[in-house]
């Protein structure tokens, strides 16, 4: 890359930069050639950051008033929400924001999904993203139990109960979580230590992220390498940086909408009911982004083997690169693939839905069903895919924007053959 | 960009209807045209005022408003009953204090500082008194339930005969927009239970509208500078993003592709 010879032109930048790069750092990040066929689903890694950073301010702004203590915690979200400065708007900022950040990351995961940005050479970023999202849920679960209303309450017994699925040790782990014999106060502090945590674990990943990242560069819609920098590159600053701003700030009035005119119906009204462990409520339910996971525990009779499945779920994930077999990154030139990734952009969302509903009856079929589908997908359609897809041809360039068309495109692709 | 708000909208109507699905289920409630809905959704004070009449006369009795101080019913975008009124309503409270200096806790009038006098010493004493069922704290009560105001307000006027399919235990009622459609609350409102200062006729249908509202700003009292604040911060988003997408076309101008 071309910013190895980066020289700062001030005599002061010079002697800086030979003893600390940061300079050569940011030199980087501006030039940093990026596909300029990027289009808009491949805003939102600037979006999440935005996303990330909103939470920790806001979360920390939050962590000065509340009280982390089973009498108290309730009473001091009231007291965020009436009596501290614009407490309110911090707090609807920060309860939405974690929505907002999961909106965020499902598209960018289902981007990844579609334009195959997972594949070689870009698995280290994909498996980082994926502990990100495992991490994101963690804290945002944790996040969820510190109002200790009810829904708080009863999640966390819902979900610290799914470890006691563990042969031999599960009662014995699930009581060293709790820090006694149920939720109580030592869960509740522990959450909040951790809730406080893990942004910042987040915060370094994500740092990794990126330099992962900046490493192969990034993939682009037609899902070709390219060379950088080249006429197929513009540099981060400023062609990149406006455009993820565009794209932010029509976020951010969606945000904005929910913060101030919506700010309670993402969440569940029973939050709004201190925790009591004697009154169970009727449905517990996680907050929405989590559904689709809730259903496939659900829709297992065995106890863990709905654990297993819903954590395999996830982790599945992580071995993506490896069960897609095919060799072409988009979804663009590969038809069938296209269309196997709607179903399955379906099936999550079928999943959500079931996962929001009593687990009985009809409702129980279904997310049995999408279950199946969800791993069939991932384990078997994916894998055999790549051999039996017949692909369509791929350009050279994103400049060459014929298909096929060109008549120099069957020698350049001898030549390309032949350097590999 | 087309694409992109479709599954943004698509997305969200799936949210919505999920979080609401459960409410779904059940009768619909009745409705009325509340005033602080909308992007420039405000109180309406005289009601806010009969309101806290209502609950205060009515309500109080059983049910407490724990997170609520009296200096609230004072506070722009509340009731907004003068510093005065609001003193004279502090003061109509006693109030347990103390420890004084030999130790003894005595009793004095109420401050604007103070939190709302709760009805019964602790949950036990307000279930030992109502049969076992506890009255719930009224400060978050419409946030608390699913259906929201059209609920509460449903409910204050869903008080019927039971089918005769239906039978009730001693203290027990029907309500036809109650969970399970039993509820230990006697039908609290009947026509000119209450007095109004302002000469509004006292029917259960307005008093259950007027205490809605009234419960709405308790659940929510910062209910309008946030709409106010919302409708200004959306305003500049929109002019800040039509500006920035100017200057990003100029951008991109230099280069060939599309943005």
């Known amino acids: 890359?071309?910013?190895?010879?980066?020289?700062?032109?001030?005599?002061?930048?010079?002697?800086?930069?030979?003893?600390?790069?940061?300079?050569?750092?940011?030199?980087?990040?501006?030039?940093?050639?990026?596909?300029?066929?990027?289009?808009?689903?491949?805003?939102?890694?600037?979006?999440?950051?935005?996303?990330?950073?909103?939470?920790?301010?806001?979360?920390?702004?939050?962590?000065?008033?509340?009280?982390?203590?089973?009498?108290?915690?309730?009473?001091?979200?009231?007291?965020i929400m009436r009596?501290?400065?614009?407490?309110?708007?911090?707090?609807?900022?920060?309860?939405?924001?974690?929505?907002?950040?999961?909106?965020?990351?499902?598209?960018?995961i289902f981007r990844s999904l579609f334009y195959g940005s997972y594949k070689a050479p870009r698995e280290i970023i994909w498996i980082i993203g994926i502990i990100i999202y495992l991490l994101m849920m963690a804290a945002a679960f944790m996040g969820y139990v510190l109002p200790w209303g009810q829904m708080s309450f009863w999640g966390a017994t819902v979900i610290t109960n799914l470890f006691s699925a563990i042969p031999l040790v599960g009662e014995g782990i699930v009581t060293w979580l709790w820090g006694g014999y149920s939720v109580d106060n030592p869960t509740l502090t522990r959450f909040f230590t951790l809730h406080y945590l893990i942004p910042f674990l987040i915060l370094g990943l994500v740092v990794l992220?990126?330099?992962?990242?900046?490493?192969?560069?990034?993939?682009?819609?037609?899902?070709?390498?390219?060379?950088?920098?080249?006429?197929?590159?513009?540099?981060?600053?400023?062609?990149?940086?406006?455009?993820?701003?565009?794209?932010?700030?029509?976020?951010?009035?969606?945000?904005?909408?929910?913060?101030f005119y919506a700010p309670n119906i993402l969440g569940h009204a029973d939050n709004y009911i201190e925790a009591n462990p004697m009154v169970t409520p009727a449905h517990i339910v996680p907050e929405w982004y989590l559904l689709p996971f809730y259903a496939i525990l659900r829709s297992v009779p065995d106890k863990l083997l709905g654990v297993v499945a819903m954590l395999s779920a996830i982790?599945?994930?992580?071995?993506?690169?490896?069960?897609?077999?095919?060799?072409?990154?988009?979804?663009?030139?590969?038809?069938?693939?296209?269309?196997f990734y709607w179903i399955l952009v379906a099936d999550v969302l079928i999943l959500g839905y079931v996962g929001a509903m009593p687990a009985e009856g009809l409702y129980l079929l279904i997310a049995r069903v999408a279950t199946a589908y969800y791993f069939l997908h991932f384990l078997v359609i994916l894998p055999v895919l790549g051999f039996k897809e017949k692909t369509l041809p791929v350009p050279l360039s994103i400049t060459e924007p014929v298909l096929g068309g060109s008549p120099n495109l069957a020698a350049a692709r001898n030549k390309e053959s032949k350097i590999e | 960009m087309k694409n992109l708000f479709k599954l943004f909208s698509i997305i969200i109507l799936i949210i919505t209807s999920n979080s609401n699905s459960f409410a779904a289920e059940k009768v619909e409630y009745l409705k009325t045209d509340w005033s602080f809905k909308g992007l420039f959704g405000k109180f309406d004070r005289a009601s806010l005022q009969r309101g806290y009449q209502v609950y205060t006369e009515v309500c109080a009795s059983c049910h407490s408003m724990k997170y609520l101080s009296y200096r609230n019913l004072a506070e722009p975008g509340g009731p907004e009953f003068s510093e005065a009124q609001a003193k004279a309503i502090a003061a109509s409270f006693e109030v347990t204090d103390g420890p004084n200096s030999d130790g003894e806790m005595f009793t004095r009038p109420g401050k604007l500082s103070d939190k709302f006098v709760m009805p019964y010493e602790n949950v036990k004493a307000a279930q030992a008194a109502n049969g076992g069922a506890y009255p719930p704290d009224m400060s978050v009560l419409v946030k608390a339930r699913g259906g929201g105001v059209d609920y509460?307000?449903?409910?204050?006027?869903?008080?019927?005969?039971?089918?005769?399919?239906?039978?009730?235990?001693?203290?027990?009622?029907?309500?036809?927009?109650?969970?399970?459609?039993?509820?230990?609350?006697?039908?609290?409102?009947?026509?000119?239970?209450?007095?109004?200062?302002?000469?509004?006729?006292?029917?259960?249908?307005?008093?259950?509208?007027?205490?809605?509202?009234?419960?709405?700003?308790?659940?929510?009292?910062?209910?309008?500078?946030?709409?106010?604040?919302?409708?200004?911060?959306?305003?500049?988003?929109?002019?800040?993003?039509?500006?920035?997408?100017?200057?990003?076309?100029?951008?991109w101008s230099r280069v060939e592709s599309e943005v």
């Open chain 1, 1 to 79: 890359m071309s910013d190895h010879d980066y020289r700062p032109k001030s005599k002061v930048g010079q002697w800086f930069n030979d003893r600390l790069p940061l300079l050569t750092l940011a030199n980087h990040l501006t030039d940093y050639p990026t596909p300029k066929n990027l289009n808009y689903w491949w805003t939102f890694g600037g979006i999440l950051t935005f996303c990330l950073i909103t939470q920790i301010v806001t979360g920390l702004t939050l962590a000065m008033h509340y009280i982390a203590h089973a009498d108290m915690a309730f009473e001091s979200v009231e007291h």
């Open chain 1, 83 to 108: 009596d501290v400065n614009y407490g309110w708007l911090i707090r609807y900022i920060h309860a939405n924001g974690a929505s907002m950040f999961f909106l965020a990351v499902y598209i960018h």
């Open chain 1, 209 to 259: 992220h990126i330099w992962a990242l900046h490493v192969p560069g990034n993939n682009n819609p037609v899902g070709i390498d390219i060379k950088k920098p080249s006429k197929d590159t513009v540099p981060f600053h400023p062609y990149i940086v406006i455009k993820d701003g565009f794209a932010l700030l029509m976020f951010m009035i969606v945000f904005a909408f929910f913060v």
């Open chain 1, 315 to 339: 982790l599945i994930l992580a071995v993506l690169p490896w069960l897609d077999t095919s060799k072409i990154r988009s979804a663009v030139f590969r038809p069938l693939y296209k269309q």
């Open chain 2, 152 to 251: 509460i307000y449903s409910l204050l006027q869903g008080y019927e005969e039971a089918p005769s399919n239906v039978s009730l235990d001693d203290g027990v009622y029907y309500n036809k927009y109650m969970y399970g459609n039993k509820i230990r609350m006697a039908a609290p409102l009947s026509d000119g239970l209450v007095e109004y200062g302002d000469g509004t006729n006292a029917t259960v249908e307005q008093m259950s509208k007027d205490v809605t509202t009234f419960l709405m700003w308790s659940a929510e009292p910062h209910l309008e500078s946030r709409h106010q604040m919302g409708f200004k911060a959306i305003v500049y988003l929109i002019i800040l993003t039509v500006l920035v997408y100017f200057s990003m076309k100029r951008i």
